[in-house]
Structure formats: C-alpha cells, structure tokens
C-alpha cells in the first residue's frame, strides 16, 4: 500500500466464510483480485481438524490473509486447533457463533452458542492464552425470542471481558428451529442499524457488518458507521466484484483487476494443482461466475460446467471457455 495512505483494520472488507464454497481453491482465485481482501476458510469443525486423516488446514500462504473459522465450543479442543492454525500461518482465528443449522446445533456450535456467552467466553479465553493472531467472533444479532438489544450488549460485553477486540455481526437474528440455513439467510429482517449502535456503544471494539451487502456503494456507506463489511454470496457468484475492492476500499491508486486478468492468473496454479492430482473441476467450479454480466458469459459457464469434470481434464479446457468471452 502506498504509504501515503492510511492503515485500515485487516477486515475492513472480507469475503464471508461459505461452506463448501470457500475452499483452498476458490481463496487462490478470490487473490487474483485484491491483494488486501481478508479471506475466510469454510468452517471446520475442532473434531475434524484433531481427527480426521485429511488435512483440513491445508492452505497455501500466497492466499493471505486468511482467518480460519473454527467450529466448536470445547476450549482445549479450540485452542489446541487455534495453536496449529497459527503454526500453519494463519493470520486470524474465527469462532462461529452464527450458524443456525441443525446440524451444527447438534454439534453444540454456531449460533445456539449466544445463549451461552459464558462457555463463548471461555473458549476465546482459552485460543487467546496460546496463540498471538486474533480471535475474533462471528455470530448474529439475536436467536429465537432472545433478540432484544440488551441480549446482544451483554453478549459482546462478555464476550470482550475475555478479550475478545473484533465481532463480525451478521445484521439478522436466527431462527433456531423453524427455518433452513438458507431461509435464515433471507427471512428475518435486516437491521443494520443495531449494528451501528453497537458501534456506538462500543467504539473501542472493531466491528464488522454482514448481510445482504452487495455493491461498492453498500459497503462505502455501511463504513461510515463500522469498521468492516463482510460480503458473502455476492462475492461468491459474481467475484469480480472483488477486482474494484482494492482501489475502493484500501488504495485509490490500486488498479482495478478484471475477471480475464484474474482467470489468466489462475494458469499457473491449475497446471501446478493438476500435476498433484487434483482434479480440474475442483478449482474451476468456483470460478463459473467470473463473467456476470459479459458477452459470452454463458458459453464460459457451459463448456467448463461440460468438460471440466472429464478424464484427463486440463488447462486447455479453461483457455477454450476464456476465448468465448468478450472483454
């Protein structure tokens, strides 16, 4: 960044943690386009990364900075996962406290944690004591009836008593039984004014805003009143948006990076992850939305969407796809 320019907080823009979405790959290509962008992991549980035989914090260090969103409410098990992450060159540790799947209800994580800040509080507690990144908290405005804003002053009050600085607040409550993941996403109202006050009230704490965040102009108002925005599916289907971020938001004389300059980026990276087994449709599935809105966008999304996934796929699929599409 130039020099001149002033220092912003790390998550003065993000992309959302999006399970099955945001993997290793799609975070290589999200880079492509904004050197200061901070990139989320999926969520992954503290059981899957201390057990599982598949290396779930695999990453590569070129695609910093990256917070790792851990899901779990044990805090030996979280801070044991918090310690190799930082190991591994991590520049932040997440706690979901906002997901309202059952699923993750039953594994006593996400968002049914708010209604147990003491055990939130301990677990930060217990990452903070062994690494020196972040811990940071992602959750929502309310659950269920407990949605007033008392409830989540005294939350985030508990919570930053254990030393919690930054809260990325998802700007709607979650319902906890009633609504898919996807409905709670879309069905409770937006309230992004709660947010503000929370910054109000809270101006030594680092807040972050998520949901519903669309456009460079959504984002430039919401920073009037908080210190970062989180995009999520927006970012996701249609990442070029991502190519204007660093100029907007960091550093005006950043140059904007179009979607072609970021695929042809990619190159390297694809011939590299082939050579390593790894199968062209599992890079190239997040890249899809890369055209919005341009000439030639669909017939990029149907050849690779075709051919992508065959036997022996490689790099000339995605050059073909590229010269459907008009600058």
């Not at 949605?147 to 809260?167: N, P, R, T």
């Not at 890079?283 to 996934?309: T, Y």
Request: charged share 20%; with cysteine.
């Amino acid at each position: 960044m130039n020099q001149n320019q002033p220092h912003f907080y790390r998550g003065r823009f993000s992309v959302a943690p999006m399970l099955d979405w945001t993997t290793r790959h799609c975070r290589y290509f999200h880079r492509q386009f904004s050197r200061h962008a901070l990139l989320y992991t999926e969520m992954i549980t503290t059981g899957a990364i201390i057990h599982a035989k598949y290396d779930h914090l695999e990453f590569s260090l070129t695609e910093n900075p990256v917070a790792l969103q851990l899901g779990g409410s044990d805090p030996i098990q979280l801070a044991q996962c918090a310690k190799m992450a930082e190991m591994r060159g991590y520049h932040e540790i997440n706690l979901n406290v906002g997901c309202p799947s059952d699923r993750v209800q039953n594994g006593m994580f996400g968002a049914c944690l708010m209604a147990k800040a003491d055990l939130v509080a301990h677990c930060v507690k217990a990452m903070q004591a062994v690494v020196n990144i972040p811990i940071t908290v992602k959750t929502r405005i309310g659950i269920d009836e407990f949605d007033s804003y008392e409830f989540l002053c005294d939350f985030v009050q508990k919570i930053h008593d254990a030393g919690c600085q930054e809260f990325i607040i998802h700007a709607r409550k979650a319902w906890l039984s009633g609504l898919s993941p996807k409905e709670n996403r879309e069905i409770p109202p937006l309230n992004y004014e709660r947010v503000y006050q929370l910054k109000r009230d809270f101006p030594h704490l680092l807040i972050s805003i998520n949901g519903g965040i669309k456009t460079i102009d959504e984002m430039q108002q919401h920073l009037k009143y908080v210190d970062g925005v989180m995009v999520g599916r927006e970012a996701y289907q249609n990442p070029s948006l991502l190519g204007y971020i660093d100029q907007a938001l960091f550093d005006p004389t950043s140059p904007i990076i179009s979607a072609k300059e970021a695929v042809e980026k990619m190159f390297p990276y694809i011939e590299t992850q082939l050579s390593q087994g790894v199968y062209l449709n599992h890079i190239v599935r997040h890249m899809l939305g890369a055209f919005q809105h341009c000439k030639g966008a669909r017939q990029w999304r149907r050849h690779l969407s075709e051919n992508a996934h065959k036997t022996g796929a490689d790099l000339k699929v995605v050059e073909v796809a590229l010269s459907f599409v008009e600058s």
